[in-house]
C-alpha cells in the first residue's frame, strides 16, 4: 500500500489524494462500468439459466427413460408371471387329462356297480295272487257243528297261518338279502364321493390359477395402458425390491469376506510364489479368484435351475445339456468346498505352528494356550464354515440378478433427483448472480455518492434555469 | 481389436511384479568389541523375540558381526531369506534361532570397532535383496575405534533408502559424566548417515519398541 502513496512522509494527504483520484475516475467510467456490471450480471444469469435448462432437460430424460423401463419391467414381470401360470396349468391340465379316461372309466364302473346291485336290491319273489284272501276268507267263515266241515276249516287255519308265518320269514330273508346288497354298496359310493373330491379339487385349482391369471391380466393391461398407480406400484416395488437385495449382498459380501479370509492364508503354502498382482500376492490372488469361482458357479447353477435367467443363450440349449452344465457347476462347487474345508483346517495348523515358533523364539518351553486349547472344536468349525461358505455364497445369484435388474430404475431415480436438484441449485445461483451485479452497481454508486450529489444539483440548478426561462411544467429537480 | 488385445496384455504384464519389492530386508550389526562384547546374549534375545517373529515370507535377515576389521564376507554370521511357504519359513526361522543362540555362546571379543566396515559390507547385502524396505539394525556402542591403516570411506549413496536403527546402544564411562558426549557422538552418526543417503536414523531403547518400528518401514 505505501508503494502508491504520493508522499511517503504523509500518508493521510496520499490516502485523501488516492481517494479523490479514485473518486474522479470512478465518476468518469460509472456509464461504462454500470454496462459492464449489468453485462457481466445478465451473462452469469444466462451461464445459470443454460445450466438449469440442461439440469432439467437431463431430468427429464432421466425421468422419462425411467418410466419407460419401468413399464418395460412392469410388462416382462406380468408376462413372465402370466407364461407361468399358464406353464402350471398346461401340466396340470396334461397330467389331470391324462388321468381322465381312467377316472371316466374308474366311474362308469362303479355306476354300473352301483346300479346293478340296485336292481338286485329291486328283485322280490312274487306273491300266488288272490290266494292269500281266499285262504282268509275261508278262514273267516263262521264255525259248524259238521266235524268234516270243522276239520277242513281248522285245516284251512293252520295252513293260512303257516304260509303266513312262511311269508314272513321269506319277507325277512328277502330284507336281510337286500341290507346285504345296500351294505356292499358302501364302498362304491366312497370311491364315488372320492373321485368327485378329486374332480373338484382339479377344477378348483384351476379356477385359481384362472383367477389369478385374470389378475395378472389386468395389472399387465394397466401397464399397457401407462396407469400411472399402476407404474408408480411398480417403480415402488423395484425400489423394495433393490434395498432388500442391497442387504441380502451386504450379508453375502459379509460371508464372502470370512471366507476369504478363511482361506487366505493356507493358500499361501498351496501357491508358493513370491510374485504379486497388482501389490497383491499371488496367494491373495489365488484365494480371492476361488472365492469369486464359487460366486460364479452359483450363478450358472441357479442359471440352469431355471431361477435367475443371466444369459439368454443358456435358456435355449437343450434340456439334457443344461443338465449337464448343472450336473459341472454343482461338482465343481462341491469341490471348492471341499478344497476350502481342507484349508480351513490347514490355517488353524499354520496358526497352531506360528505360535509355537513365537513361543520357542521367545523362550518359552511351554505354551500355556496351546496347552489349553487342546479342543478340536475350533478345526471342526472352520472346516464346516469352509464347507457351508460356498453354497450360500453360490446363492449370491438371486439377489444379484435383482440388483442388477432394478439397479437401472435406481440408478435413473437418482439422476433425475440430482438433475432437479442440479437445475433448482442453478436457478438459485443465477438469479443471486443478477442480484448481485445489481447490489455491486450500487455499493459502486455508494462510494461515489459526492461526485454523483454534485451532478445532481449541478443538472438541478441547470434544469430550473431552464424551467425558470421556458416556463415547462413537473420538471422540477429530484429531492 | 489387435491394439485393445495388445494395450490389455500390456497392463496386465505391468500389473504383475515381483514380490522383492514388497519384501523387506534387515541387516542386524552386533558389535563383539571391547566391553560390548558381553551384551551379546541380550542382542541374540531382541533379535529372536523382536526381529524373527516380524519377519514374513520372502523377508531377509542378515547378522554381521562388527569386530576389528568387518568389511569381510567372514563377519557374517548369519544369512536367511525365508521361503514364501510359511511352514518353511517357520522351520528356518527356528534354524536360524539355533545359529544366533550357538553365536551368543562361541566366545569372541575384538580389539577395535569396525563400525562403518560393517555398514558398508550391510548395505552391499541389502542392495543385493533389493527389498523394497531395507533396515539396518545396529546393536553397538557406536563407538568406533578403527585399527592403524584401516579406512573407511562412505559412498554418499552407501546408504541410500536405508533405516537406521541404533539399538541399545551402551553408555560408556566417559558418558555417564558427560550425557552431551554421549547424544554429541549420537548427533555426528545421524549427520554422517543421513549425508550418505540413509533415509533415516533412529536411537531405539526399548527392545519392544523395534517390532512396531519395523512394521512401520
Known amino acids: ?479 | 481389436m489387435i491394439r485393445t488385445s495388445v494395450l490389455a496384455a500390456a497392463l496386465l504384464a505391468s500389473s504383475c511384479s515381483s514380490g522383492a519389492q514388497y519384501a523387506q530386508a534387515v541387516v542386524a550389526l552386533v558389535d563383539v568389541s571391547g566391553t560390548y562384547a558381553d551384551q551379546r546374549p541380550e542382542v541374540v534375545g531382541v533379535i529372536r523375540k523382536g526381529l524373527l517373529p516380524k519377519l514374513t515370507p520372502g523377508d531377509t535377515l542378515i547378522v554381521i558381526r562388527i569386530g576389528s576389521e568387518s568389511y569381510s564376507r567372514a563377519n557374517v554370521e548369519a544369512s536367511v531369506t525365508l521361503d514364501v511357504r510359511p511352514s518353511r519359513a517357520n522351520a528356518q526361522k527356528l534354524a536360524l534361532a539355533s545359529t544366533l543362540e550357538a553365536f551368543s555362546r562361541k566366545p569372541m571379543r575384538t580389539a577395535h570397532t569396525d563400525i562403518r566396515g560393517a555398514m558398508m559390507l550391510g548395505a552391499e547385502y541389502l542392495r543385493e535383496t533389493n527389498a523394497g524396505r531395507r533396515t539396518m539394525v545396529i546393536f553397538s556402542d557406536m563407538e568406533e575405534d578403527l585399527p592403524r591403516g584401516v579406512k573407511r570411506e562412505m559412498a554418499p549413496d552407501e546408504l541410500k533408502g536405508v533405516r537406521v536403527l541404533a539399538m541399545n546402544v551402551k553408555r560408556l564411562g566417559p558418558d555417564n559424566a558427560n550425557p552431551m558426549a554421549y547424544r554429541a557422538r549420537l548427533a555426528n552418526w545421524e549427520k554422517q548417515l543421513t549425508s550418505h543417503g540413509a533415509r533415516e536414523f533412529k536411537i531405539v531403547l526399548e527392545p519392544e519398541k523395534l517390532a512396531d518400528l519395523l512394521d512401520e518401514g
Open chain 1, 1 to 479: 500500500m505505501e508503494r502508491f502513496y504520493f508522499w511517503p512522509t504523509n500518508p493521510a494527504a496520499s490516502i485523501f489524494a488516492l481517494w479523490v483520484v479514485s473518486q474522479i475516475f470512478l465518476y468518469a467510467a460509472r456509464v461504462p462500468m454500470h454496462r459492464a456490471l449489468r453485462e457481466v450480471g445478465r451473462l452469469l444469469g444466462g451461464v445459470f439459466r443454460v445450466g438449469a435448462r440442461w439440469c432439467r432437460g437431463l431430468a427429464a430424460a432421466a425421468a422419462r427413460r425411467d418410466h419407460e423401463m419401468i413399464v418395460e419391467m412392469g410388462k416382462g414381470d406380468t408376462e413372465a408371471k402370466i407364461g407361468r401360470e399358464f406353464h402350471r396349468i398346461e401340466g396340470a391340465f396334461a397330467k389331470e387329462l391324462a388321468r381322465y379316461p381312467d377316472l371316466h372309466r374308474k366311474l362308469d364302473d362303479v355306476v354300473t356297480k352301483i346300479d346293478a346291485d340296485f336292481q338286485e336290491c329291486a328283485t322280490a319273489a312274487p306273491a300266488a295272487p288272490g290266494w292269500t284272501e281266499a285262504v282268509a276268507a275261508v278262514a273267516k267263515m263262521p264255525p259248524n257243528m259238521d266235524g268234516t266241515v270243522k276239520k277242513v276249516l281248522e285245516e284251512i287255519q293252520r295252513s293260512a297261518a303257516a304260509g303266513e308265518k312262511k311269508a314272513l320269514h321269506e319277507f325277512r330273508e328277502t330284507t336281510a338279502k337286500r341290507h346285504k346288497i345296500l351294505s356292499s354298496m358302501a364302498p362304491a359310493w366312497k370311491e364315488v364321493q372320492k373321485l368327485a373330491t378329486e374332480v373338484s379339487r382339479a377344477v378348483s385349482g384351476a379356477l385359481e390359477a384362472t383367477k389369478r391369471i385374470d389378475g395378472y391380466m389386468t395389472s399387465y393391461e394397466q401397464v399397457r395402458a401407462d396407469d400411472k398407480n399402476a407404474t408408480r406400484a411398480i417403480g415402488w416395488n423395484a425400489t423394495q425390491l433393490f434395498v432388500v437385495s442391497l442387504l441380502v449382498m451386504a450379508v453375502a459380501m459379509g460371508g464372502a469376506f470370512v471366507n476369504f479370509n478363511l482361506i487366505a492364508l493356507p493358500m499361501s503354502e498351496l501357491v508358493p510364489s513370491g510374485s504379486r498382482i497388482a501389490g497383491m500376492p499371488v496367494a491373495t490372488v489365488a484365494a480371492l479368484v476361488i472365492v469369486l469361482m464359487e460366486i460364479a458357479a452359483g450363478v450358472f447353477a441357479m442359471e440352469m435351475l431355471g431361477i435367475t435367467s443371466f444369459f439368454p443363450k443358456l435358456e435355449l440349449i437343450p434340456r439334457s445339456r443344461r443338465r449337464i452344465i448343472l450336473v459341472v457347476a454343482v461338482g465343481g462347487l462341491l469341490m471348492l468346498a471341499c478344497i476350502e474345508a481342507s484349508l480351513a483346517i490347514l490355517r488353524e495348523q499354520i496358526v497352531e505352528s506360528s505360535t509355537a515358533l513365537k513361543a520357542s523364539l521367545a523362550g518359552v518351553k511351554e505354551h500355556p494356550v496351546a496347552r489349553t486349547a487342546t479342543s478340536r472344536i475350533p478345526v471342526i468349525g472352520q472346516a464346516v464354515l469352509g464347507f457351508i461358505l460356498p453354497w450360500i455364497l453360490a446363492m449370491v445369484a438371486v439377489p444379484l440378478e435383482t440388483m442388477i435388474s432394478t439397479g437401472g430404475h435406481i440408478v435413473l431415480s437418482a439422476v433425475t433427483g440430482v438433475m432437479h436438484l442440479g437445475s433448482m441449485v442453478c436457478r438459485l445461483g443465477g438469479h443471486g448472480m443478477r442480484y448481485l451485479c445489481e447490489a455491486a452497481r450500487h455499493v459502486y454508486d455508494i462510494y461515489i455518492v459526492i461526485p454523483l450529489q454534485i451532478e445532481r444539483m449541478v443538472t438541478s440548478g441547470s434544469r430550473q434555469g431552464t424551467v425558470g426561462s421556458v416556463g415547462v411544467r413537473g420538471q422540477g429537480a429530484r429531492p
